[in-house]
C-alpha cells in the first residue's frame, strides 16, 4: 500500500522561494513591455497607438506558433540539468538583449513604414524570446511537487510573488524619472502641465528591469528540483499535441475559458493611459496599480484556503461572478466621481473598488496554472503519458494570444475616446484635461468590459469535473504506479 501523496511534503523555504523569485523576475519584464511600450512607440517614435495595438496583436498571434515548439522541444529534452530548468537558463540572455532592443529611440523616427516595421520586428524577437521562458516557468510548477495540496499551495505562493512582479514597473518607473536628469514629474502640482517621459528614461527603466528579472529568473534553474518522473527523449508532432488537447476534455474547457474572459487582464494593457486620463499624470500608474495589486495578492493568498473548503470548480466561479459585480459597481463609482472629483465619499469609493475588483484575479492568473497541472496529472492517468511540455505551451500560448487580444482591444477603446487627440491638444497648450466622455469610455475599458467578459469564462468551467475527492483519486493511483515502477 504506497503512502498518500498528502502526507509528505517535498519542497523546502529555499526552493519555494526561488520559484517565486523567479516569476517575480520574469513577470517584471512582461508587466514593463505590457504597460509602457504602446506608451513608449506612441510619445517617443511617434507612432499611432492603435496601430501599435495591432502590431502587438498580430506578433503576439505569429510568435504564438513558436509555444508549441518549445512545448515539444521540453518534452523531447535529454538534459541532466532538467527538461524546464534546462529551458529556462537558455532563455536568459536573448530576453535580457531583447527587453532593453525595445526601447531603444531608433534614429528613424520621421519615416513611419520603418517605424512600423522596427516595432513588429523588435517585438516579435522579444515574444520570442520571451516564450523560450514562459512556457517552463510555467510547466515546471506540474513536476516540482507530485503532492496536488502542495502544489496548489507553491502556485499560489509563487503567482503572488508573479502578480507583484507584473505590476512592478509602476514602482520601477517612477523612481527612474526622479534619478534620470531631466526627467518628468512624478507628482502633477495643482495648474502644472505634465512632463511627459523622456527616451532615456524607458530606457534605463527597461535595463534596470531587464537584468534584475533576468538575475531573479535564473534562480528556478539553479535551485529548484524536477521531481515528477518521465521518460525524456520521445518525439511528439504537431498532431500528438493537438490530439492530447483533443483528448484531455478538462484541459480543453480550461482554454476555452480562458478565451472566452480574454479581456480580464486588458486592464494592465491600458493602465498608464488610464492614469493619464482618471489621474492626471502617466507617473501616477503607481496608484492604480497598487491599489489593485494589493487586492490580487490578497486574493491569491487565500485562494488555497477557498480551493480546500469549496474546490478549484466552485471557486473560479466565485471570483468570476465576484469580478463582474465589483468592476461594474467600480465604472459606476467612477462615472460619478468624474462628475464630482471633489467628492470626499466618492474618493473613497473610487479607490476602494479599485481594491475590491484586485480581489477577483486569482481566478485569472492563479487557477489556470492550478488546473492545467491537474490536467497534466488526468491525461498520465487516463494515458499513461505525462505532457507537461504540450500542456503548458497550449496554455501560454492561450495566455499570450489573450493578453494580446486585451491589449488591443483596450487600445481601441483609448482610440475611441479621444486620447489622443486630447494629449496633443495639452501639449500645445489648447486643453486643460480630458473630458467626462473621455474619462467613461476609458474607465469601461479599464473595468466594466472584463468584468463582462469574466462572466462568460464561466461556461465552459461548469463541466469541469477534476475536484475533490476525483483529484485525490488520481494523485493517490498515479504516486501509487510510480513507486511500482521505481521498485
Known amino acids: 500500500m504506497s503512502e498518500k501523496t498528502t502526507q509528505k511534503k517535498y519542497m523546502n523555504f529555499k526552493e519555494v522561494a526561488a520559484y517565486s523569485l523567479g516569476l517575480f523576475g520574469f513577470q517584471a519584464i512582461v508587466g514593463l513591455l505590457n504597460s509602457y511600450q504602446a506608451e513608449f512607440d506612441a510619445s517617443i517614435l511617434g507612432a499611432d497607438i492603435a496601430i501599435v495595438g495591432i502590431l502587438i496583436l498580430v506578433a503576439k498571434i505569429v510568435s504564438a506558433v513558436?509555444?508549441?515548439?518549445?512545448?515539444n522541444m521540453i518534452d523531447r529534452s535529454k538534459s541532466s540539468r532538467g527538461k524546464f530548468k534546462s529551458m529556462i537558463l537558455k532563455s536568459i540572455i536573448p530576453l535580457l538583449v531583447m527587453s532593453a532592443v525595445v526601447f531603444i529611440n531608433v534614429p528613424f523616427k520621421e519615416n513611419k513604414t520603418f517605424i512600423y516595421i522596427w516595432i513588429f520586428v523588435t517585438y516579435l524577437i522579444w515574444s520570442l524570446a520571451m516564450t523560450l521562458g514562459d512556457v517552463?516557468?510555467?510547466?515546471?510548477?506540474?513536476?516540482?511537487?507530485?503532492?496536488?495540496?502542495?502544489?496548489?499551495?507553491v502556485v499560489s505562493i509563487s503567482n503572488t510573488f508573479k502578480q507583484i512582479g507584473f505590476s512592478a514597473c509602476v514602482v520601477i518607473v517612477p523612481v527612474v524619472c526622479l534619478i534620470i536628469k531631466?526627467?518628468?514629474?512624478?507628482?502633477?502640482?495643482?495648474?502644472?502641465?505634465?512632463?511627459?517621459?523622456?527616451?532615456?528614461?524607458?530606457?534605463?527603466?527597461?535595463?534596470?528591469?531587464?537584468?534584475?528579472?533576468?538575475?531573479?529568473f535564473s534562480l528556478i534553474g539553479f535551485v529548484n528540483k524536477e521531481r515528477v518522473p518521465y521518460q525524456s527523449g520521445e518525439k511528439t508532432s504537431f498532431k500528438d499535441m493537438i490530439g492530447a488537447l483533443k483528448d484531455n476534455k478538462p484541459l480543453m474547457l480550461v482554454i476555452v475559458s480562458y478565451?472566452?474572459?480574454?479581456?480580464?487582464?486588458?486592464?494592465?494593457?491600458?493602465?498608464?493611459?488610464?492614469?493619464?486620463?482618471?489621474?492626471?499624470?502617466?507617473?501616477?500608474?503607481?496608484?492604480?496599480?497598487?491599489v489593485t495589486?494589493?487586492?490580487?495578492?490578497?486574493s491569491m493568498a487565500i485562494c488555497p484556503v477557498l480551493i480546500k473548503k469549496m474546490g478549484e470548480k466552485k471557486v473560479y466561479i466565485l471570483l468570476s461572478v465576484?469580478?463582474?459585480?465589483?468592476?461594474?459597481?467600480?465604472?459606476?463609482?467612477?462615472?460619478?466621481?468624474?462628475?464630482?472629483?471633489?467628492?470626499?465619499?466618492?474618493?473613497?469609493?473610487?479607490?476602494?473598488?479599485?481594491?475590491?475588483?484586485?480581489?477577483?484575479?486569482?481566478?485569472?492568473?492563479?487557477?489556470?496554472?492550478?488546473?492545467?497541472?491537474?490536467?497534466?496529472?488526468?491525461?498520465?492517468?487516463?494515458t499513461g503519458?505525462?505532457?507537461?511540455?504540450?500542456?503548458?505551451?497550449?496554455?501560454?500560448?492561450?495566455?499570450?494570444?489573450?493578453?494580446?487580444?486585451?491589449?488591443?482591444?483596450?487600445?481601441?477603446?483609448?482610440?475611441?475616446?479621444?486620447?489622443?487627440?486630447?494629449?496633443?491638444?495639452?501639449?500645445?497648450g489648447t486643453a486643460s484635461g480630458f473630458s467626462n466622455s473621455t474619462k467613461d469610455i476609458v474607465f469601461f475599458a479599464y473595468t466594466a468590459v472584463p468584468g463582462i467578459l469574466a462572466l462568460l469564462s464561466i461556461i465552459p468551467i461548469l463541466k469541469y469535473d477534476i475536484v475533490g475527492q476525483r483529484k485525490q483519486e488520481i494523485a493517490d493511483e498515479l504516486q501509487k504506479r510510480r513507486a511500482e515502477k521505481a521498485e
Not at 502644472?192 to 538575475?215: K, N, Q
Not at 504540450?390 to 487580444?405: D, E, G, R
Request: charged content about 10%; glycine content about 10%; overall charge negative.
Open 182 to 216: 531631466g526627467g518628468s514629474k512624478v507628482i502633477v502640482a495643482k495648474g502644472e502641465t505634465d512632463t511627459p517621459m523622456i527616451a532615456s528614461e524607458y530606457f534605463f527603466t527597461a535595463v534596470l528591469t531587464a537584468v534584475l528579472g533576468c538575475v531573479l
Open 293 to 298: 495589486a494589493i487586492g490580487s495578492m490578497i
Open 66 to 71: 513558436f509555444d508549441p515548439v518549445v512545448g
Open 322 to 382: 465576484y469580478g463582474f459585480v465589483v468592476s461594474v459597481l467600480s465604472f459606476i463609482v467612477g462615472h460619478f466621481w468624474f462628475i464630482n472629483p471633489e467628492n470626499t465619499v466618492l474618493t473613497i469609493l473610487f479607490y476602494a473598488s479599485l481594491f475590491l475588483i484586485g480581489l477577483q484575479f486569482a481566478a485569472v492568473t492563479l487557477m489556470p496554472m492550478i488546473m492545467t497541472a491537474d490536467c497534466v496529472d488526468y491525461y498520465e492517468y487516463t
Open 136 to 153: 517552463p516557468s510555467q510547466g515546471i510548477a506540474s513536476v516540482l511537487t507530485p503532492d496536488p495540496t502542495e502544489r496548489t499551495n
Open 385 to 428: 503519458k505525462r505532457m507537461e511540455g504540450a500542456a503548458y505551451s497550449i496554455l501560454t500560448l492561450t495566455i499570450k494570444v489573450c493578453l494580446a487580444l486585451g491589449v488591443a482591444l483596450g487600445l481601441v477603446f483609448i482610440q475611441f475616446s479621444g486620447y489622443s487627440e486630447t494629449v496633443n491638444a495639452i501639449a500645445a
Open 259 to 290: 478565451f472566452l474572459g480574454f479581456g480580464r487582464q486588458m486592464a494592465m494593457g491600458i493602465q498608464v493611459q488610464a492614469a493619464n486620463v482618471l489621474l492626471g499624470s502617466q507617473n501616477l500608474v503607481a496608484v492604480l496599480g497598487i
